[in-house]
């Protein structure tokens, strides 16, 4: 039998989210994270909350979206590792993705910072996801293009 660990609050996914977590219980945390709806629907939640913070402090924001894409990346490879034949996890997986990607691009795009976050996005996604290549990461180049695009039209527009 795989041992069961307890259910986490929501404050501690917050904390396990703002880095105040120590080490041993972080690593619980995301082993857990793995095998775990409830919690990762909490996981979710906690996350949402960084969203909150953008109103008051964009850096905070950018740093929380770069966070929180590098921490899905990896969870998203060692699940890759140790998914095999539970394809369950693969669609949780990318509406995971789809929902971080959403949420950061309607973000970005209210507060006029995705300038700096898309570029960052685009060389995190190139060293991540090279091995990987999966509908997760077609969710994420359409939503780094749909960023480029309005980039793009911004400038044009600019000018
Ligand atoms: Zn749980």
């Known amino acids: 039998m795989k041992s069961q660990s307890r259910h ?3 404050d501690e996914w917050r904390q396990y989210r703002n ?4 080490e041993k219980k972080a690593e619980k945390m995301e082993e857990h994270l793995y095998n775990c709806d409830q919690c990762l629907n909490l996981y979710i939640e906690a996350t949402d909350t960084i969203l909150d913070i953008a109103i008051q402090d964009e850096m905070a924001f950018t740093n929380g979206v770069m966070e929180q894409i590098n921490s899905l990346v990896s969870i998203e490879q060692d ?3 140790t998914r095999k034949s539970r394809k369950k996890n693969y ?3 990318k509406w995971l993705h789809y929902c971080v990607a959403a949420s950061a691009t309607l973000f970005l795009m209210s507060s006029g910072i995705f300038d700096k976050v898309a570029s ?5 996604q190139e060293e991540s996801f090279q091995e990987s290549k999966s509908f997760t ?3 994420m180049n359409k939503t780094t293009g749909f960023i480029d695009f309005i ?5 044009e527009g600019g000018k």
């Open 120 to 124: 960052e996005m685009i060389s995190v």
């Open 137 to 139: 990461v077609e969710i």
């Open 19 to 22: 880095g105040e977590v120590e």
């Open 8 to 10: 986490f609050l929501i």
């Open 91 to 93: 669609y949780r997986q």
């Open 79 to 81: 699940r890759e590792k």
């Open 151 to 155: 980039m793009s039209d911004e400038r």
